[in-house]
């Protein structure tokens, strides 16, 4: 019974925590079913007495909702595709091909970590207008193209690759590139799902680059056109909450469906290299 005691507790606390963190989601939810003023009554309800979908056909109807969510997924499923075929090769090269100045290089790269994000951004979009970038998906994807973090998480469990494997292919006469593709992607599969989910989720919620980039409304994606739904309809709280439920569902969706393999390679990372 003594050593159940501190088990239980432990888990109580667990539960506890989960149910704090869940239990804003699930009002935000319960509230976007609510008909409109509902929720501004005082004591706020916790469940919806007459449950409706009119915000969300409002906001599909009336407010271009399809269409900000088709844009959140075109940039944030390119940024993370072309981000993992970029951030794989660099980590690779920097954990196993032998080229002058790597370390030097790296720990460079590292240094950048440092350096805010809001500190690049003047002189990132005035790279991006000279690409003639702005108002577009690319000026959108560009910051996501390789990231210092990526880079660094794909190099320190590509160093957990032996070495022996690689050059076993080398004198069987694979080329470089098919050892690449063929062999070492393949091993980095857990690191890669947990990158594509950091990468995903990170575009998918990012508001103040696509804010600056976008000057098109149409091409607005979810949380930048969230905001400007806030402006408008700022007393509307059941709207609002319908339109956070959409941005935040289908992120939630996707981790949930891939949390074992984030989890895996993450586990993995923490032992290796």
Partial sequence: ???????????????????????????????SFMPTGAASTYPPPLFPAAPTLDNYRELFA????GRYMLNSAIVASLATLIAL????????????????GRERIFQTLLGALVIPAQVTMIPLFALVKEMGLISTYGGVI????????????????????????LEA????????????????????QPILVTLAILTFLATWNDFM????????QKLHT??????GLSREHVQDNELMMAGSVITVLPVLALFLA????????????????
């Fill in 209 to 216: 680059w696509p804010l600056i980039v976008l000057t098109d």
């Fill in 169 to 188: 292919a080398r004198i069987d006469g694979a080329s470089e590139g098919r050892i690449f593709w063929s062999l070492v992607v393949p091993l980095l």
């Fill in 258 to 273: 891939l949390q074992r393999y984030y989890i895996a390679g993450i586990l993995a990372g923490s032992v290796k290299g």
């Fill in 62 to 65: 009336n407010h271009n909702a």
């Fill in 142 to 165: 560009v910051p996501s193209l390789a990231s210092v973090f990526g880079i660094f998480l794909i190099r320190q469990y590509a160093l957990s690759l032996p070495d022996e494997l």
């Fill in 85 to 100: 075929v970029l951030n794989t090769m660099a980590g690779y090269a920097f954990a196993k091909l032998r080229f002058k």
């Fill in 222 to 227: 979810l949380p930048v056109a969230l905001a």
């Fill in 1 to 31: 019974m003594k050593r159940r005691g501190p088990a239980i507790i432990v888990n109580l606390l667990l539960v506890i925590g989960a149910v704090l963190t869940a239990f804003p989601l699930l009002w935000m939810l319960s509230v």
